[in-house]
C-alpha cells in the first residue's frame, strides 16, 4: 500500500481505508493477486474508508497490472537512493525571503549572523520573549526610553526614539510599524551598497 502505483501511494490515497488494513506493508501486486480485497481489511469498514475502498477499485478495474510494466523506483522518479532528495521529500518546498540567502553569504563575523538570523526570526532573548518563557522580572518595559512599552525586537531595534536616532545616524529611514526581514530589504535599497550588510 505504501507503493507508487499509477503515479499514486494507496496509503496517501485512501487513508482512511489504509487505516483498517491488516498488513500495512503489503504490497499493490500482492494485494491486486488476492482472491477477496475486502479479506484485507478490519470489518466493519467506516463509510469513508468503504467509498475510497469502491474508488481503488474501480482503479484495479481501469488499470489491470502488467508484469511486462511494473519498475520499481523511488517516488522522485529514479532507482537510485539521495538522501538530500529524501530531505527535501520530507520537509516540502516553501519559499524564503532573499534576506536570508544574503545573511549566510556575507563577510561578517559568525556571531554576528547568527545574531541577525535570531533578530529576522524573533528569537532574541527580549523581554518579550522572557515573558513568554514565563521568566519572572521586574519590569518587561524597554530600558532605553520611558514610553512604557514592553521590550520586543520590533521595538528594541525600530520604534524605540533611541533605535531611531541611532537608524538616522547613519542615514536609515525606518518606516512606522516596519518589521523584519521587509526592513532588510528597505535598507539594501537605502543603502544602495553591494556590502550593505558588513
Request: with cysteine; proline share 4%.
Amino acid at each position: 500500500m505504501h507503493d507508487n502505483w499509477a503515479n499514486h501511494v494507496l496509503a496517501v490515497q485512501a487513508p482512511e481505508l489504509f487505516s483498517f488494513a491488516k498488513n500495512k506493508m503489503i504490497s499493490v501486486q500482492k494485494a491486486f493477486n488476492h482472491d477477496d480485497f475486502s479479506d484485507l481489511f478490519q470489518l466493519p469498514l467506516s463509510q469513508a474508508a468503504f467509498l475510497q475502498l469502491h474508488g481503488i477499485q474501480q482503479l484495479i478495474d481501469d488499470r489491470p497490472l502488467s508484469d511486462n510494466n511494473d519498475k520499481w523506483n523511488y517516488i522522485w522518479g529514479s532507482n537510485i537512493f539521495a538522501s538530500a532528495k529524501v530531505y527535501k521529500l520530507l520537509i516540502g518546498h516553501q519559499e524564503i525571503h532573499p534576506v536570508f540567502k544574503w545573511l549566510w553569504k556575507n563577510r561578517c563575523q559568525p556571531k554576528h549572523r547568527v545574531f541577525f538570523w535570531l533578530l529576522i526570526n524573533d528569537r532574541l532573548s527580549t523581554r518579550n520573549i522572557l515573558r513568554r518563557r514565563h521568566m519572572q522580572l521586574d519590569s518587561y518595559n524597554c530600558d532605553l526610553c520611558n514610553s512604557l512599552v514592553e521590550e520586543s525586537a520590533n521595538h528594541l531595534f525600530m520604534d524605540c526614539p533611541f533605535a531611531r536616532m541611532c537608524w538616522d545616524f547613519i542615514h536609515i529611514d525606518i518606516p512606522l510599524n516596519s518589521g523584519f526581514p521587509e526592513l532588510a530589504s528597505q535598507m539594501k535599497d537605502q543603502l544602495n551598497s553591494q556590502f550593505f550588510m558588513e
